[in-house]
């Protein structure tokens, strides 16, 4: 009886898909807002025709608030939030897949090793994505006047066709293995702060979700915090 009880609880605790999906997809939005601004001052100065333009870092927000107002900071998010849901599939399909490849059975703990693997390979499936996408937001966020994301996307198209749009792929699929490092490192932090006996009585790893619910039920809010910094530092 006290068996059927523990694999009820069990049961009852394990995250549904599609709220992996969306609570994914919300939380990469508000990343996304969030850390834009900061994206659009790196891509600034990074455009050798406009860096001359600032001073620092601080100087480059004054300037674009005060000439293209608050909403300059925001150029080129339209491409990035519109694909943000097709990403975060993308990556947690491919992530499971090349999870499952590599793990003897569903219920098997993951090494480090494997995590770091599977991370790397979704990057570089996700690079499908995001390649043409910050093609666009960067093409936006380096023009001092404004511009659409479709008539951007239409020009690239017009000048090079569909392989404009995937200029710089390889470069980009290198740097997603990036991911490798966050799940990672995010893993490694977790057990860390973990009492060996909770870590072996886990449920399902195979899934970056899966791990950040369980990770949750047994963990206290600071080491959660300490485990997302670390990953995205390792990233």
Same mark, same amino acid.
């Given at each position: ?18 709220? =992996? ?15 834009f601004?900061? =994206? ?20 480059a ?19 990035p ?36 693997l ?34 951007v ?9 569909m ?12 740097? =997603? ?27 399902d ?9 369980? =990770? ?5 809010w ?10 995205g530092?390792?990233?």
């Open positions: 009886m006290e068996d059927v009880a523990i694999q009820s609880n069990t049961k009852a605790q394990e995250i549904d898909p599609v709220v =992996d999906f969306v609570a994914g997809t919300v939380a990469g939005a508000a990343g996304l807002i969030v850390g601004p900061f =994206d659009t001052v790196k891509v600034r100065f990074q455009s050798p025709q406009i860096a001359g333009r600032y001073r620092s870092t601080a100087h927000f004054a300037t674009i608030i005060k000439e293209e107002r608050f909403f300059g900071l925001y150029k080129g998010v339209t491409s939030l519109a694909t943000c849901a097709l990403m975060n599939g993308l990556v947690f399909a491919s992530y499971r897949v090349f999870m499952k490849a590599q793990l003897d059975h569903p219920n098997a703990q993951p090494t480090l090793a494997q995590i770091a599977a991370g790397a390979g979704s990057g570089i499936v996700s690079s499908i994505i995001t390649t043409p996408t910050e093609l666009i937001k960067i093409r936006q966020q380096a023009s001092l006047t404004p511009t659409s994301a479709t008539r996307a239409l020009q690239i198209f017009k000048e090079s066709g392989r404009g749009l995937y200029r710089g792929i390889t470069s980009t699929a290198l740097r =997603d293995c990036g991911y490798g490092a966050y799940f990672a490192a995010y893993e490694a932090t977790c057990r860390y702060f973990t009492t060996p006996a909770t870590l072996q009585a886990s449920p790893h195979s899934s970056i979700f899966a791990e950040v619910e369980s =990770d949750m039920n047994k963990l206290p600071y080491a959660m915090l300490i485990a997302g910094g670390v990953a530092v390792g990233s």
